[in-house]
């Protein structure tokens, strides 16, 4: 949607102000851990944009909260399995060799919109060390999300998304749905049977950049809007509208559980 079309859609903006009033009629509350998967056009017209959107995020859950975004900068990463766009083979090894390697001030994010792009530079704001699925939080308990965040399998048990699950935190979907929906990653690391591939990215290793090889799991996010949908049949998620975009607020444990077992009954049914 253009920026023309949001403001021929919209009967007023979206200030700081209509944001707070929309995400406190969600549920979300001071002192709650969140994390946040976002679309800025979805919202229509916001005044101030996603610096917007982050201020308000920021003064509903205060610094006793903790806001967490996914900071995914997936072109670092092995080119050889690039598909949007594909590159040709005679690239492969220039880039392996030449990708800078992820410096969580200075990588951009890709694809995670443009809330999470500007919020990972906000000040307070810390980064969590990984080259291709980094996340970005604020408040409280920024520092124990972000740190000893895994190089092998990052969107497992020793990843910022099992702290947020540790912490009892909330999951926060603006605009988008379960297919951005990060968290349910995590279910798929838990689960019983999984098939074990091998990534690669530029990283700094004391102060040397190398091209590292890494474990991870073989993800099939293909699966997620059924499971969102599933869990949603059985249990009550917080849902509503703030501007024009469709939006859910949800425990993230309770859908992580919930997601395991399913992917496990699906398993086994494929056996």
Known sequence: M???DCITKADRPLTVDLLKEGLLGLGLSRGQTVIVHSSLKSLGWVCGGAEA??????????PEGTLVMPAHSSSNSDPTKWQCPPVPRDWWDIIKETMPAFNPQTTPTRGMGAI????RSFPGVLRSYHPAVSF?????????ITKDHALDFPLGDKSPLARIYDLDGHILLLG??????TSLHLAENRQKNI???????????????????YKEIDMNPDQFMQIGSDYEQIAQVRSGMIGQASCK???????????????????????
Do not use: C
Not at 116 to 119: D, G, Q, S, V
Not at 176 to 181: L, R, T
């Open 53 to 62: 959107v982050i201020v308000a995020l920021m003064e509903v859950v205060g």
């Open 195 to 213: 098939k074990v591939v091998t990534e690669a990215s530029a990283i700094l290793q004391k102060g040397v950049r190398l091209w590292q090889e």
């Open 176 to 181: 988008v749905d379960h297919d951005k929906n």
């Open 249 to 271: 607020l949800l425990p993230q444990k309770k859908l992580v559980d919930f997601a395991t077992q399913w992917l496990n009954k699906v398993a086994s049914h494929s056996v």
């Open 136 to 144: 970005s939080a604020w408040g409280k308990n920024s520092s124990l």
């Open 116 to 119: 999470a792009e500007i919020f």
């Open 2 to 4: 253009s920026e023309l």
